[in-house]
């Protein structure tokens, strides 16, 4: 092909055997010429020509798709799901296609799409998520597309909307001809009996998204009856929901009511380590730490404690209380309600995970349920990787469960599934 902007040579150039080109037409003619603020064109002396025919012109290199970010601004780690096998849903628990994800350099739009939904419910743009879902499953049909059909499903059960979930439900019925998922009610965990205490877990971090089971102790306390608090899986609280539990023991305790806290030592601990004396924060906290104490701790730890409560917040701290639950209460513990896993709650917003370090160092095999996770953070997910990386490069094998399917293909996009197994639950 000759260039418009060669100009006529002295020697003429062997042709070769090729369509002349069109002349211009006029619309092509009117473009706009190149400003001299571009980049010079050599001069035709300076240009090296051989005798031969010319080489073919290079093909202009393909640019690739834009890459979805994060709202930090950096790019997203892209993952292939071409080994994603919707077979494999067909156990009750399984493992997630996000563990035969790999990073690769060309972008999978499908992928791409995938991540954008994810980073906006992660980031709480519930609405923008939602409704690019909702395009999604229409864009994708067959069996890839109903990745984005669980993220809605499992979109509409954060959101507590039933009502959207079960119309999905029968629209996805029709369209991919199989069952849809179930609504989940989330129920405080929760043994009732007749006769003897009612026993009640806490588990994971608890906040303000996820007290059911104190309401349910309220109940309790209200009616008059004994319980057994289960803390064995208890890693933490936020300082509102340890207000009310302090406010709620404390309760308890003046009314001689036998509630009995089960394995708090690991929680104590915890919450002994946070609070530094001098520091006027974590009121509430403190509060929870000398009912904790109370219970569980001797005198002499607690008035020590009760001391550094007057000094940070200048307060009178409660006093010391000789009555004890009865011991007998702690027989009736069902021991079948224990595992090894510990549990993590709620909306997990700039978590740092510092907690996991001593949880995964207890155990052989730890396993992170995420059962009652309702959304995590991109930080959150990154930091979560920056804590099992040390273990993974050690050889050990930790199991990460139950996260919905918002978190797991979050987990992915930040490659937290190089780090974990990740097992999802069946739909």
């Not at 290199?61 to 071409?82: F, R």
């Not at 994800?101 to 954008?116: G, N, R, Y």
């Not at 030592?265 to 002994?272: S, T």
């Not at 020590?304 to 006093?319: I, W």
Request: glycine share 4%.
């Amino acid at each position: 092909m000759v260039f418009s902007f060669f100009k006529k040579q002295s020697q003429k150039m062997p042709e070769r055997q090729v369509a002349r080109p069109k002349a211009p037409t006029p619309a092509a003619a009117a473009q706009p010429q190149e400003t001299p603020s571009q980049e010079p064109v050599a001069p035709l002396e300076d240009l090296e020509f051989s005798t031969g025919n010319l080489p073919p012109p290079k093909a202009p290199a393909k640019a690739a798709p834009p890459v979805a970010q994060p709202a930090s601004g950096k790019p997203l780690a892209i993952v292939n799901d071409a080994d994603f096998d919707m077979e494999e849903f067909d156990r009750d628990f399984t493992d997630s296609s996000v563990m035969a994800i790999d990073v690769e350099h060309d972008i999978d739009p499908l992928q791409a799409d995938l991540e954008q939904a994810v980073v906006l419910f992660a980031n709480g743009q519930d609405a923008a998520a939602r409704g690019l879902l909702e395009a999604l499953i229409r864009a994708y049909p067959g069996i890839e597309g109903r990745r984005f059909w669980h993220l809605l499903f499992d979109l509409l059960q954060v959101a507590g909307d039933r009502a959207a979930f079960e119309k999905l439900g029968v629209e996805f019925a029709e369209i991919c001809e199989t069952s849809p998922p179930t609504w989940r009610q989330e129920q405080p965990q929760v043994a009732r009996s007749a006769n003897g205490p009612q026993f009640i877990s806490l588990q994971g971090v608890l906040t303000a998204d996820c007290v059911a089971p104190l309401a349910e102790l309220e109940k309790i306390i209200k009616q008059k009856q004994s319980a057994i608090i289960d803390c064995g899986k208890l890693v933490g609280c936020d300082d509102d929901v340890a207000g009310r539990l302090a406010d709620l023991l404390a309760r308890a305790r003046r009314i001689g009511l036998d509630i009995l806290l089960d394995q708090p030592e690991a929680f104590l601990r915890r919450v002994n380590d946070r609070l530094i004396a001098g520091e006027a924060t974590h009121l509430q906290s403190w509060l929870l730490l000398l009912e904790l104490l109370q219970r569980h701790g001797s005198q002499e730890a607690f008035e020590e404690r009760a001391v550094d409560y007057a000094v940070t917040f200048e307060l009178s701290p409660p006093s010391w209380d000789d009555r004890k639950p009865l011991s007998a209460v702690k027989a009736t513990v069902p021991s079948a309600r224990r595992d090894d896993a510990h549990y993590l709650s709620g909306d997990l917003k700039s978590c740092r995970f510092e907690e996991l370090i001593q949880v995964i160092e207890e155990q052989d095999s730890p396993v992170l349920d995420f059962s009652g996770v309702r959304r995590m953070d991109f930080f959150s997910a990154g930091q979560l990787v920056n804590r099992l990386v040390p273990y993974k490069t050690a050889g050990r094998e930790i199991v990460i469960r139950s996260p919905n399917h918002l978190v797991a293909e979050l987990m992915a996009v930040v490659g937290l599934n190089k780090q974990a197994r990740i097992i999802v639950p069946k739909s």
